[in-house]
């Protein structure tokens, strides 16, 4: 038994399935990782990998990177929790207007669950309305608001909605369909004037990776103006990922609400929701909506995000978009070298790859991939020292610390695991 297998057994005696998040089990087990520095992490049995999943997409620096590792260290020195307003706050949500001017007033929670969960209760509270739109597929955090035909660990445990959702809660959810905007109209001619607000991620990151069509996020801003609903984009993944801001920014469209998590913590937890100041200004204590947190704002996450973004303000994100460039076109050549039909996705700093399909632009054509091949290349992968992201419905990301000699040994690798998996895939449906 390696140490990785004996930590796990005991997990299991604690933790339900082994694990505090279901998106890290996978069979047999999952690998029990202890480090990580620059791109690579290592295993409990001093294995190493080269890292796609990046603790799920807060690292775009990569593993400890150093500015970050010296402000989490310098301000554990000093304290880790005040419970009071600390300079810091104030110049992480500096730093984040600055690069997102839509976000005027924002709030700092700890995670981006908390992040949506009170960007809908303040849509509520400011439409004076009940209903939510959102997309099928789209995840946005685990709270009973939106785990309904959502993405990701859902996705891959094969949960569509949760059991324990009131019927109640579940009644004030509408699922449209991404990229299909006459499935928002449906909506919208039925009950425009119950809809508070549309959540959508901007870019689908936990079905694999879709991004939107043309057009599709702007006519759903449209139609959120036209009948005073609100529009929340939820850049938990996209914030900073694509470039130094929003992928609202880049695509020139502006919600009412934009959630943030993952990468303006720095790898701390963290999650932020942000608008314009006369929606924000509901909050208590300006406002009666209210929403607190013991850790909101905590100087550790803190100091990791102002380390984190001064570092992102300064690189050139088009390496990022080359390497996953050359990625993600070695996986296509060699999966089709295999006579595999394979769908690649990408973009600047993500990618997926969909085994079985042609295209991969809808929920509806992302879920008749064939994930078990995908899995099995993950696993395989495993023994070759990469470590992708562990669910075809998950995305792989690239940091800043991934090397072309990266790339290169992932696609070496890749080249010697394909035709194994696919002869070991297909001896299974026999
Ligand atoms: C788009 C999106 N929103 C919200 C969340 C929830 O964030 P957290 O896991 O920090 O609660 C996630 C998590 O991956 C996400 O991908």
Redesign the pocket.
């Known amino acids: 038994m390696t140490r990785s297998e004996d930590v796990f057994r005991r997990s299991k005696d604690f933790f339900p399935g082994g694990v505090n998040?279901p998106v890290r089990y996978f069979r047999p087990n999952p690998v029990v990782m202890e480090s990580g520095h620059g791109s690579r992490i290592v295993d409990v049995d001093g294995n190493e990998y080269i890292d796609y999943c990046l603790g799920?997409?807060p690292l775009i620096l990569g593993h400890s990177h150093p500015s970050v590792t010296e402000a989490i260290s310098d301000q554990v020195q000093r304290t880790v929790l005040l419970g009071t307003p600390s300079q810091k706050e104030v110049n992480l949500a500096e730093k984040i207007r600055e690069a997102i001017p839509s976000m005027e007033k924002m709030r700092f929670v700890n995670?981006?669950?908390?992040?949506?969960m009170h960007a809908l209760r303040l849509a509520r509270a400011f439409t004076g309305r009940s209903k939510i739109v959102k997309m099928e597929g789209?995840?946005?955090?685990?709270h009973d608001y939106v785990l309904i035909k959502s993405g990701?660990g859902t996705l891959t445990h094969g949960i569509p909605s949760s059991p324990g959702i009131p019927e109640a809660v579940a009644e004030t959810v509408a699922v449209a369909r991404f990229n299909d905007i006459e499935s928002v109209k449906e909506i919208f001619d039925r009950e425009a004037e119950g809809i508070a607000a549309v959540i959508t991620?901007p870019v689908m990151?936990?079905v694999g990776l879709i991004p939107p069509d043309p057009g599709f996020l702007r006519e759903l801003r449209k139609i959120t103006s036209d009948h005073g609903s609100l529009l929340i984009f939820?850049?938990?993944?996209t914030g900073f990922r694509f470039h130094y801001g929003s992928y609202s920014g880049m695509a020139g469209i502006t919600p009412d609400i934009t959630?943030l998590?993952?990468i303006p913590g720095g790898g701390m937890?963290?999650?932020v929701y942000g608008g314009r100041e006369e929606i924000m200004d509901n909050i208590s204590p300006a406002g009666g909506i209210y929403q607190a947190g013991t850790f909101s704002g905590n100087p550790v996450t803190m100091s990791a995000g102002l380390a984190a973004l001064s570092e992102l303000k300064k690189l050139d994100y088009s390496i990022l978009a080359r390497r996953t460039a050359s990625l993600s076109t070695g996986i296509k050549e060699s999966m089709e070298e295999n006579g595999i039909e394979v769908a690649v996705n990408s973009m600047i700093s993500m990618m997926q790859f969909f085994p079985g399909i042609r295209n991969a632009r809808s929920y509806g054509e992302v879920v008749s991939a064939d994930a078990s091949l995908y899995f099995r290349i993950f696993s395989d992968l495993l023994g070759h020292g990469v470590y992708l992201a562990p669910s075809q419905f998950e995305t792989n990301f690239l940091s800043f610390s991934h090397s072309d000699s990266d790339i290169s040994e992932t696609l070496k690798s890749l080249r010697k695991v394909i035709p194994v998996a696919k002869d070991a895939d297909r001896g299974k449906r026999k």
């Open positions: 998040s799920y997409g995670s981006g669950t908390e992040a949506t789209c995840f946005h955090g685990s990701s991620e990151a936990n939820d850049e938990v993944v959630t998590g993952k937890p963290i999650g």
